[in-house]
């Protein structure tokens, strides 16, 4: 244990020299002294093993590939690590939230250290550039331009090494099995915003670089001359067109107004990136390009890694019919297959479409079950809707056991260690759909042969909020932890909010045991060819029940005095209260599990 201790202090010191070295890298690639530098490595590479492009590969590509490698290393350690709550991650300083009301969401000072340099080295590699050019004054030989139009081409020059920083880092935040921003604590799922802020700003340098040199060419009337050219050597301009015009239908595609109501379309154009990256390729040469190698390579073999783990055909084992159009679909996989709570599997249904690949939060734990994995799946959407209606009709058939369901799956991800042992209190808040994480936690936590019992935490709250009272029967997989309190130790309490709903006299506890409407479907599993899966207050004085260890907070369903609007409202005067009687190493859990912190408090949201 010692040993592998220091070999992640080695580690995480390698990984920081390395990136220290990348950015270095990026400030000192747009000086005179650089340039200097680089044209004797290269000369003097030409005669070695290395060469010209081993040198290229060696210097611009290799640091995010090594740091990938050695950060794979290390996350395989710490998965290892003992479920020791006294041990905290170091980056948590660095992740307590500087903003909360903003529309990039929750950020926190480690990312706004990370924005500010990334800023400043945009800023620099422009200013850099262009005075560079204004020194030497370098027309373009087959344009005569005069002084403001040298100076705004090469403005709108530069602006395409802006693109080129961005893309460098566009594909890293959207890797799965090899997640580099697992290192800093940040899920899959949470990194993709990244993705989403480096793409825009990709496009938008990529546009004005573009817009300028139509402008050139337009005011010097050759724009019908150079826009079809496709040159041997330097710059390929019909390339870089193409490039573009790929880049903006891809990012008008993925807008939210478009990603939202027609994800299909988002989905299937999204896949032109790898036409993206071809005509990339040959707009800016192979110099430029090994500048954004390591992305595209770690990305490709990402993918194919995927796609070799997604060939299997699993088989679904059971279905359960939820009344508030859910399904939960249970799925054989192998005991060795191990994952935290709050990890993700992305499930394709051959049936339904062949391509499409929906994310899902997996609601069982692997501590309980060996052989079981289990995932709700709501009807809000087309695809999920179909889904739906699938297992409907087999139910309409009077049938309880059906031919096979054969579905690929891709992961589970999820995060290395289970952070949330280390706190003494929880505090988790869901509503709707959004409660799947915490089941698989609530599962863990309340394992009966989970023999850390010592190291749990102490008290666990659950503020639940749903629109519908059908919506309760989401919480059916660990009814049984909720109705029995002999099971509950560590100490639940328990808060159900119904917000949208006439009254029906009907408790919590009537609520969730009531298991008539919840019907089973079985499918048959014996087909050689398939595998196993490697807020609103109805009344203004609730009644508490506490039964020994579980406190539950039962209401009659009913539509109150206030409105839906003062539901956030109310919602805020929990949480004050909740906050002013929590101690300081206490876990807030919030909807998706990508950690973040505010004072004393660990936020999930």
Known sequence: MATESSLRIVLKGLMILICVVWVCLWVFKPTELWTKIWHKAEDNARNTVLGYYGLDFVVYSFPIIALAIVGFIYLHL??????????????????????????????????????????????????????????????????????????????????????????ALLLLPVLRGMALFRLIGIQFEASVRYHVFLGTCMIFFATLHGSATFFIWGIKQQLQTEIWKWQKTGRVYLAGEIALISGLVIWVTSLPQIRRKRF?????????????????????????????????????????????????????????????????LTLAKDPNLKYTPTSVIFLKVPSISKLQWHPFSITSSSSADDERLSIIVKGDGGWTNTLYSTILDGMDSEARHLKCLPVSFEGPYGPVSMDFLRYDSLLLVAGGIGITPFLSILQELYFPRNSNKSKLPTRIQLIYAVKKSQDISLLNSVSSLLLDHSLCQPHLKVNIFVTQEGKSGLTFRELLSDSSQIETINFDTGCSNYTNLGLHFSNPSPVVLRLSGIDYTETEVGPGNSSTLEYPMQMLIIFLFLLSGYPSQDRLLMGKATPAHLSGFGVWT
């Open 78 to 167: 710490s998965a290892k690590e003992s479920r020791n709550r006294d041990i905290r991650m170091s980056s948590i300083n660095f992740s307590n939230p500087v903003i909360v009301r903003g529309s990039l969401g929750i950020i926190s000072g480690f990312e706004l250290l990370v924005a500010a340099i990334f800023t400043m080295i945009l800023v620099w590699t422009i200013y850099a550039h262009i005075s560079n050019d204004f020194k030497k004054k370098k027309p373009v030989k087959s344009l005569k331009l005069n002084d403001w139009q040298f100076k705004f081409s090469r403005f709108g020059t530069r602006f395409g090494l802006l693109a080129e920083v961005c893309l």
């Open 264 to 328: 299909e379309i988002f989905y299937y154009t999204h896949h032109l990136y790898t036409v993206f990256i071809v005509f990339f390729l040959f707009h800016a040469g192979d110099r430029h390009f090994y500048m954004v190698f390591s992305g595209v390579f770690l990305f490709a073999l990402d993918k194919l890694l995927r796609v070799m783990q997604s060939r299997p055909i699993a088989c679904v084992v059971s279905a359960r019919i939820l009344p508030c159009k859910a399904i939960e």
